[in-house]
């Protein structure tokens, strides 16, 4: 199992970047792909989570209206549309396969991870 994020950069408070995460493999299973990112000196800090249905979509209060998730089958990719940014979402953003039926929100849940891609956001 392979994933590869990127769409990272740098954006103005109240901008937009969508990070794209390219999955690759076979038999992986899981029940979904999340997001998660961790902010220079400080803890990883869950996101996003969307299950390979499209049914269930979970965020971070600190999200919630202001991102996206997404996925394109076809593409083998999940998508994070970000709007709105504000200099607290920056951070190096990670996707990952939750292989765990505990707590989506818990990084112990999953087992897959991409490499990160860095959001700096400006005020």
């Known amino acids: 199992v392979q994933l590869q994020a990127s769409g990272g950069g740098l954006v103005q408070a109240g901008g937009s970047l969508r990070l794209s995460c390219v999955y690759s493999?076979?038999?992986?299973?899981?029940?979904?792909v999340g997001w998660f990112r961790q902010a220079p000196g400080k803890d990883y800090e869950f996101v996003a989570f969307?299950?390979?249905?499209?049914?269930?979509?979970f965020y971070a209060d600190s999200v919630e209206g202001r991102f996206t998730i997404t996925r394109d089958n076809a593409k083998r990719t999940v998508y994070l549309q970000m709007n709105r940014l504000e200099p607290e979402d920056t951070a190096v953003y990670y996707c990952?396969?939750?292989?765990?039926?505990?707590?989506?929100?818990?990084?112990?849940?999953?087992?897959?991870w991409g490499q990160g891609t860095l959001v700096t956001v400006s005020s």
């Open positions: 990952a396969v939750r292989t765990g039926t505990s707590y989506y929100s818990r990084k112990n849940e999953y087992a897959f």
């Open positions: 493999g076979s038999n992986f299973g899981g029940s979904g």
């Open positions: 969307r299950d390979w249905t499209g049914r269930s979509t």
